[in-house]
């Protein structure tokens, strides 16, 4: 299978898993089924960090998606009469930020092997200090971020937290195909011990492992490259619609 093909595996379990969320709660499968979208594609946002010829241009596309989303969230809980405060549900930012807080981290990686591979060990250091401060930094917030929640209520938070940021960057570790599928299966193994206790079904994701060890590497068709930016706010808006007529 080619990225276009896992692509289009993620839309439908996404839209299984959001289907599951807004409409029809009661059939709990169409969760289960949702747990394949976050790691397939977290795991091509590492790829394109690793094969981008324009980082700058992939993360503002990246960032311009995510702002335009959750600026839709906003304006519905404006719109809701409920007004801003620390509770509001707007404050839980889309997984669009955490991938984008995810490329920081794969982009430092990236430029420390390049650096370590030409022998020039100062801007290699230099590469993972910044990694591994930038990482502490948003450890650190996501740990602020769910003790807020927990104490005091507040609704801030990213979207699958650190761990979000861990999947995309497990997969720029390695090039070799084994490789990276080895470190990417156990980042997702913490992933989802993480997350069991709330979200027990979790263990769903681990058949990510098996799809992308038929992954040929091979992009697809350019044609489908920009409706993978539009499905993602297209069919939460369409979803929220029928919402609110059932």
Known sequence: MNRNHLK???????LCDHI???????????RYIGRLAMPLFAFFIGEGCRYTHNRKKYVLQLGALAAVCQAAYFIEELLGGGGLSAESDCWYFNILFTFVLACGACFLWLDGAAFFTQGEKKKTVQRFVLLAAYLAALALLTWFAWRKRRLDGWSLYVDYGFC?????????LFREKRNKLLSFTAALLIYCAVFTREMPYVWFSMLCAPLLACYNGRGGSRRFKYLFYVFYPAHLAILYLISQFV
């Open 8 to 14: 289009l595996i993620a839309c439908a379990a996404m």
């Open 164 to 172: 979000g940021v861990l999947l995309p960057l497990s997969v720029v």
């Open 20 to 30: 599951g969320y807004l409409l029809l709660p009661q059939f709990v499968f169409l």
